[in-house]
């Protein structure tokens, strides 16, 4: 019964910054991680963002290192993706999910919950 809700996305211009929250109910408690994923029309997901159990490790994908951020608080069972210097490229619907694997991880495959994703839509 785990329930996670993306919230943030907006069209917004290249350059800009936005931040996506993700909340989370219904988790377990259990060392897990949170991760952050996208889709554009036609495409599979792609891995974004990743953070592990403590908060001490976090990776991104090539395309948005240096640009995206994602933090977790655990306590409130929520994770956020701050996005600076936003791409058109960046234009799909992200979403976050949780993974039981604490260290985190690129493969969708190893999340077993998913939020309904929030559309974030880039122009020039």
């Known amino acids: 019964q785990v329930h996670l809700v993306e919230s943030g996305g907006r069209l917004v211009q290249a350059g800009d910054s936005l931040r996506l929250t993700c909340a989370a109910s219904?988790?377990?408690?259990?060392?897990?991680?949170m991760g952050w994923f996208r889709q554009s029309p036609g495409k599979e997901y792609e891995f974004v963002a990743t953070?592990?159990?403590?908060?001490?490790?976090?990776y991104y994908a090539d395309s948005v290192k240096g640009r995206f951020t994602i933090s977790a608080d655990y306590a409130k069972n929520t994770v956020y993706l701050q996005m600076n210097s936003l791409k058109p490229e960046d234009t799909a619907v992200y979403y976050c999910?949780?993974?039981?694997?604490?260290?985190?991880?690129?493969?969708?495959?190893?999340?077993?919950?998913w939020g309904q994703g929030t559309q974030v839509t880039v122009f020039s």
């Open positions: 999910a949780v993974s039981p694997y604490p260290a985190g991880s690129e493969k969708a495959t190893d999340y077993g919950s």
């Open positions: 953070i592990n159990w403590t908060g001490s490790n976090s």
């Open positions: 219904g988790l377990a408690f259990s060392t897990y991680s």
